[in-house]
């Protein structure tokens, strides 16, 4: 697992340590020293700590005026023992939104494993971007399906041509464009 980064190729365009408007404005990453364990096996550095044992994320891209931010994740998602999704929202969406970001673009091919519990912390989250949405992209199909039985799709929007999306040849606001058209097709917006 340690040699798994963060997609790397926007770092010149965005870089959440240096953005004063980031919950991860000032967090110091190494190079080369690894803390950071997921069940006892070291991750790459430049994954970002939300206080979870078992999920890290990297704010890949933000941008306030268009109101969307791409995050990527490493681990196991576990809200029933670790309750990953209030972390998730207390420490880094909830700035988010209250930044402005209205529009999420979650990467979760690093996702491993997902382990439900209640909703509650996603309905929040799916009202706080009313005008908005939440699409989940490259998730394992069978993270995707536990999600499912947790309701959790009708708050996250995945699958169809949003898994067809090749997010890494994309420039960020280009990806954004491209989901942005395919979730107005999809809510009939």
Do not use: C
């Not at 697992?1 to 000032?26: C, K, Q, V």
């Not at 999420?104 to 989250?125: A, K, P, Q, T």
Request: glycine share 6%; no cysteine; net charge negative.
């Amino acid at each position: 697992m340690h040699t798994i980064e963060p997609f790397y190729n926007w770092l010149e365009l965005y870089t959440a340590s240096e953005d004063p408007r980031s919950p991860l404005f000032g967090a110091e990453n190494s190079l080369s020293q690894y803390t950071n364990t997921i069940y006892g096996y070291y991750i790459h550095p430049q994954w970002d700590d939300i206080e979870s044992e078992t999920l890290f994320l990297k704010i890949l891209f933000a941008d306030y005026e268009l109101g969307f931010a791409i995050i990527e994740f490493i681990g196991e998602w576990n809200d029933a023992l670790n309750n990953d999704i209030m972390k998730l929202k207390r420490n880094v969406i909830d700035p988010m939104v209250n930044e402005g970001i209205k529009h999420f673009i979650l990467i979760g091919e690093n996702v491993f494993n997902f382990h439900g519990s209640d909703d509650s912390y996603y309905e929040e989250w799916f009202e706080d971007v009313e005008e908005g949405w939440i699409v989940a992209i490259g998730f394992q199909d069978f993270v995707l399906s536990e999600m499912k039985n947790y309701g959790l799709d009708y708050y996250l929007n995945y699958g169809g041509k949003l898994e067809m999306v090749n997010w890494r040849t994309l420039p960020p606001k280009r990806l954004f464009a491209l989901l942005k058209n395919l979730m107005q097709r999809r809510l009939g917006a």
